[in-house]
Structures are given as C-alpha cells and as structure tokens.
C-alpha cells in the first residue's frame, strides 16, 4: 500500500491519533513493534494559527517515527489551509484532516464530525488544504451523522475527487460517539467501489492483531488503523515471534515514560505516560490494584512513577 509515494508495506497497521494518547514516547513504542503509520495528537487549527505553545509541542515528530501524520481540525477553509501551511513546516509525511472527531467541544462547533452537518464546507475545505500544500492531504471521518444520514460511499468519491491521496472510516456515526459496534459493512463497500482508487483505511473496535487481519480478509481495506486497544499497549501492533514478557512490557512503559520527560517535560510528560500505565491491562493481577491505579494518576515526578512500576514489577513476579 501506498499513499503518494510512502510505501507501507503489506497490510499495514497504523496508530489512530488521539489526544492525550499519542505523545513521542508512545508512537516511538508503536513503531518499533510494528506500526507502520502513526500520527500526532490532532491539533485545533486556530490553536496552531496562534502559535499556543502546548499545541505545537504537539506536533514535534523525530526522524525514528516516520512515516508520521498531523492531524488538524478546524471549521473554516482559511483557519484550515494556513494550519495545514504552517504544519506542513515541520515536514510530516501526511497531512491528514479530522472530520470524525465525536466529541461535543469539537463537533458542536462544527469541527470534526460536525463537518458532516455541511457536506459543500468540508469538500471546499479539503480541496483548498489540498491546493496549498505538498505534502499528501489524508481524511479520516465517520460513516455520516446518523443511521439516517449514512452518506460514506457517495462522500468517499466526493473526497477522492478532492485530490486526497488516502481515506480512513471509522465504522460509526457521530451520534454513536464510541458506543454499540463499529460497522464494517460500509467500509468494505467504499473499499469495493469501482470508483474508488485510493486506498481506504478501516478503523473500529480493532483490539488484536488477529482481527485486523480478519477485517483485511473480509472487507479488502488497504490499511487496519487501531486506537483505544493500545492504551498502554504499544506492543499491541507486535506480529514478531518473540513474546514479551511481563518484565519486558513494564520496561517499555518506563522507556515511554523517560521518552517522554525528555521530550517534552517532567509535567507533561508524566501526565501523558500515566494515562498509558493506569490503562495498561499488564496490571490486572495484582491484587487491590486499584489503589496503585490512584497512586499512578496521583504521581508528579519520575521517580515516584518508577518506583510504583518497580512496585508493581515486584508483586507480578509473586
């Protein structure tokens, strides 16, 4: 699989962008066993514009994580096109567009899948994004804004024709937020489109290297991107022979979480990792683990969060 010229490989496994999900020490993980896309946090088009700091620290990519995409979102063709200008600054490999974001602080505004409310807007929008850069123009979005306005296969030609190089589906509508099951029916129909030829990017309750490839076998997609499942699992995308064992998975949390003070700092970077660890199913043996879940969200410095995941490194080999 392709998008412009990156080549992906076969089948191919890529990290959703998520907010306060995929920080640098995290999409380091994914990619080192095995994700071959991944993508930054999305970033509000205004908030880039701005120049807020916490929005760009975002965007920073290092040359071991590519292929990587930036995500914006944002409401207005001119917000837009001079986000995805100055982003294209920092030289992903993608430039992708949000119109799936379900949330209401971004959908209420008409941003994200509140796109999908004002179809000519968010195909101005990508043509014009698409007309002021270089670098490929992706899109990810919903299969419309509900059950009864599920317009995904005529939408998916409408943005192909924008001159997007890639598009990914994330199997609900707006109004189903995350909730019930993800649709795959649609997916394969965009993807078995005779129209259709860029390559369509499945996304959706994936939660195991198995279903993805059930979901390539079924539906034909190009690409399976996987989100919530790696929450403190970046070894989720490992398709290797070797098996990790519980001494390797806490020493690769605590990698992320050194990653991540370097990169960014000791704050933040704690605040992102400790959302992975308290996610972390690793930790489901140990008994009362609920109060060391506390402890993990409650730590401000390294070395506390250490020596909680020394702790818990200890009561797993009991």
């Not at 993980?29 to 880039?48: H, I, L, N, P, Q």
């Not at 929008?125 to 299969?143: D, M, Q």
């Not at 996304?203 to 989100?227: C, L, P, W």
């Not at 398709?239 to 704050?267: A, P, S």
């Amino acid at each position: 699989m392709k998008i412009g010229t990156i080549d992906l490989g076969e089948r191919p496994l890529f990290l959703a962008p998520m907010e306060d999900v995929t920080d640098i020490g995290f999409r380091k993980m994914c990619k080192r066993f095995g994700a071959a896309m991944v993508y930054t946090e999305f970033v509000s088009a205004d908030a880039v514009i701005r120049s807020i700091k916490s929005t760009l620290s975002k965007i920073v990519i290092d040359d071991s994580e590519r292929p990587v995409g930036i995500q914006i979102y944002g409401r207005d063709v001119a917000s837009m096109v001079e986000a995805a200008k100055i982003v294209e600054q920092v030289k992903p490999d993608v430039i992708d567009i949000n119109f799936g974001c379900p949330v209401k602080k971004v959908a209420n505004k008409g941003a994200g899948s509140g796109m999908l409310k004002n179809i000519p807007l968010l195909l101005e929008i990508t043509r014009e994004v698409v007309k002021a850069v270089n670098t490929p123009v992706t899109v990810k979005t919903r299969l419309g804004w509900d059950n009864d306005n599920l317009i995904i296969t005529d939408l998916a030609e409408q943005l192909q024709d924008c001159g997007i190089q890639a598009l990914t589906i994330h199997g609900r509508t707006r109004s189903q937020m995350y909730t019930g099951e993800a649709d795959w029916t649609l997916i394969g129909e965009v993807k078995n489109n005779p129209r259709i030829h860029i390559p369509i990017i499945g996304n959706g309750d994936v939660t195991s290297i198995e279903q993805a490839h059930e979901k390539f076998d079924r539906y034909g997609v190009d690409a399976v991107m996987i989100g919530r499942a790696t929450f403190g699992c970046p070894w989720l995308f490992n398709q290797g022979e070797k098996q990790l064992t519980l001494d390797d998975k806490i020493d690769i949390l605590e990698e992320m979480l050194r990653i991540n003070v370097e990169r960014i700092d000791e704050y933040r970077g704690i605040l992102h990792t400790r959302r992975h660890l308290a996610a972390s199913p690793i930790f489901k043996g140990i008994p009362d683990f609920k109060q060391t879940r506390i402890s993990m969200l409650r730590a401000t410095k390294m070395e506390e969060l250490l020596a909680i995941l020394e702790d818990c490194r200890e009561k797993l080999r009991k």
